[in-house]
């Protein structure tokens, strides 16, 4: 199992004169650390990689920074999904550049469209059609398309794991995977051994926080439960520590209000990191 960090509990938007973090990471005995990528999010990717090789330190992106509504590979209009492709191609060839090895989120839809309608007959065959071509592109770099089911807050399309097998079952392409999150799950399942065993075939990692998007141990999530999912299903991918830095912006604290998160779960990343990462060392049973 290799741990990981998102770069969210660092920084607002990752850019060059940022490669600090990934020695940090490296000092916190991280494996991985996940770049936010977007239309507002400028750096060199070469610099990124050079510097992640250089620690040994494996790279992942997801969308977290601007993202164009129109982009959406589960949109009506078959304009806008043709839009979504080739947004999220663009997206494959920054983690080609920077060596990524995954592309992940909610690579479906777009987080924060929910429709509140009876779906389209159609919706998760079109949107089927798009994630095979996606994974194709991906994988003539090594960038594996990783989809993540969100909470019913965030997407109507994909919020149990349930539902991510039956859309990546459609897709139908081996290079289609899953990362489930320990935040979203809280409002969509009533077994977290269950959904990781859902998962299994496909899972490629764990995003990891609390219920209230807090560092790992204490909260509702039911670690033993996971942890020993895990192990039954001889899970050797990544978990990944995410939640929003809510002690930074301008003026301070304004990151978390804008992410919609409206309390104080990380003041501080790397006491988040070392924190979260003694805590899921100590429950993992491996």
Known sequence: MKYGAHCYLFTDRWTDDQ??????????GLDMFELAVGEDVIFTPRLARRRAEALKLTLTISPGGLWPAECDLSADDPADRIQGLKWHKRQVDIAAELGAVAYTGALYGHPGMIK????????YNWTAEGLHALADYGAQYGVAIVLEPMSHFRTHLVNTPAQAVYLITLADHDNLRMLLDTYHLVTEIRDYAQAIHTAREYLWGLHACENDRG??????????SIFTALKTIHFDGY???ETYNSSIGDPPGAFAYQRAMFHNPCPDGRTFVEQGLTFLKSINIY
């Not at 490669?19 to 916190?28: G, H, I, Q, V, W």
């Not at 560092?215 to 670690?223: H, R």
């Open 239 to 241: 978990v990944l520590m």
């Open 215 to 224: 560092v790992p141990g204490g909260g509702l999530v039911p670690w033993d």
């Open 19 to 28: 490669l600090d973090l990934l020695d940090m990471a490296k000092t916190l």
């Open 116 to 123: 509140r309608r009876l779906p389209p007959r159609d919706e």
